[in-house]
């Protein structure tokens, strides 16, 4: 074993010394930002957030089917419609952060308000916007066709979620960051 007060010219040159060497070699734990990929990885807060943005996704295809008839793979990389994914992912975050660190934390308070506030322009700002949209949409299709307008591309009007797609995207999110992190806790422990 090293002392403290090794110097790295004392140390043995024909190898260079790696990260897990300078930090068994200071006394101190390794940084998470040294472990790269594998720390973002083992945060279960994380997980629970991209799982649950995941799931929402992947369930848009399947409600848009339920309600038009036609399957749709390109909801998959869409916003709006049902569930709000954005939502799942900050309620999905915010469970997994309030499990781990409590409900009385500052993180998860930061967390809390996050989702609030993106909870709101999902069904405030967004929605009307796409509202907006859709009546654009309908006066440049009622233009004349030599208008300088006419031929504009449609603006898209799946921007925002209804209360319900908001609220059914909280559920999702949840319930995926409750279960995922206890199946985590149970798994690797906290």
């Known amino acids: 074993p090293l002392d403290r007060r090794d110097s790295w010219s004392d140390l ?26 594998p720390a973002l990885i083992s945060s279960p807060a994380l997980m629970a957030a991209l799982l649950s ?17 036609k399957l749709d793979w390109g909801r998959i990389m869409g916003s709006g419609g049902m569930p709000s ?9 915010t469970t997994a952060v309030g499990l781990k660190e409590s409900l ?3 993180i998860f308070a930061l967390c809390l308000v996050f989702t609030l506030v993106v909870m709101y322009d999902a069904t ?10 859709e009546v654009l949409n309908q006066l440049i299709f009622e233009l004349p066709p030599d208008h300088p307008v006419s031929d504009t591309r449609p603006l898209r009007d799946s921007l925002g979620h ?9 559920l999702v999110g949840m ?15 906290p």
Not at 124 to 133: F, N, S, T
Not at 175 to 189: F, K, L, P, R, S
Request: aromatic share 8%; no cysteine; glycine share 12%.
């Open 12 to 37: 043995n040159r024909s190898s260079p010394p790696t990260t897990l060497d300078a930090a068994s070699t200071s006394g101190h734990e390794m940084s998470p930002l040294g472990r790269g990929v």
């Open 53 to 69: 943005f995941t799931v929402a996704q992947v369930a848009k295809v399947f409600t848009h089917w339920y309600t038009t008839g």
């Open 162 to 170: 209804t209360p319900i797609q908001v609220g059914i995207g909280a």
């Open 124 to 133: 405030g700002v967004r929605l009307h916007a796409g509202r907006q949209a």
């Open 175 to 189: 319930v995926i960051g409750y279960v995922h992190y206890n199946m985590w806790i149970t798994q690797w422990g």
């Open 85 to 93: 994914s954005h939502t799942a992912l900050v309620v999905g975050l």
């Open 104 to 106: 009385d934390s500052s």
